[in-house]
């Protein structure tokens, strides 16, 4: 009964995992007064130098829809002629590398008959790199503005590996809420 517990919390805290896909990191500037922003603004989106999969109509009807949904919930409104702050974003796509492993073949753990002795999971073994895996690795990166000093004030990132472009251009909204939870002023 025990293994099967183990196995139910391991498969729990694997789909945990997957959904904590997304890293997010953010900077503002100390003591600024974010609550005085009433109304905003976009600005056009940066444009990256790194491969882009996300410059294009879905991929920023997207982001927009999503960053003003979260900007209305914050209680801002839009304004085009006169904005006390200002949005931008911009995207970059970057190719990586990584080392790969060989499976670590060890003296003990969870073997064919459950755990014991055996090959497996296991403490002791080892493990040595077999080659080089390449992937991609995508950011959406969301700037604040202050309209009257023209400096950024606030900056939060999403980022995440790209395995199927077209899969994350549909998960842009999770990302850009992920990222507006990091805003200075709360719901």
């Not at 130098?49 to 920023?60: C, E, G, R, T």
């Not at 970059?92 to 003296?107: A, E, F, T």
């Not at 992937?135 to 999403?158: C, F, K, M, P």
Request: hydrophobic letters at 35%.
């Amino acid at each position: 009964m025990n293994t099967i517990k183990y196995i139910f919390l391991l498969g729990v805290v694997a789909i945990l995992a997957s959904c904590a896909s997304v890293k997010y990191n953010t900077t503002r500037v100390q003591h600024q007064d974010f609550g005085q922003y009433k109304t905003y603004s976009w600005l056009p989106p940066v444009d990256s130098l790194s491969k882009n999969y996300f410059n294009n109509d879905i991929a920023k009807s997207n982001i927009l829809n999503a960053a003003n949904k979260e900007l209305e919930a914050l209680g801002m409104q839009y304004s085009k002629d006169n904005p006390d702050i200002l949005f931008r974003y911009v995207t970059i796509v970057n190719n990586k590398s990584r080392m790969v492993y060989s499976p670590s073949y060890g003296w003990g753990g969870w073997g064919p008959w459950g755990m014991g002795w055996g090959w497996g999971m296991g403490w002791g073994g080892y493990s040595y790199p077999v080659g080089h895996e390449k992937y991609r690795y995508a950011h959406l990166i969301i700037e604040a503005v202050d309209r009257r000093t023209n400096s950024v004030i606030w900056q939060a990132r999403g980022s995440s590996e790209v395995k199927s472009p077209e899969k994350t251009i549909n998960k842009l909204p999770q990302i850009v809420n992920g990222i507006f939870k990091q805003y200075p002023i709360q719901k």
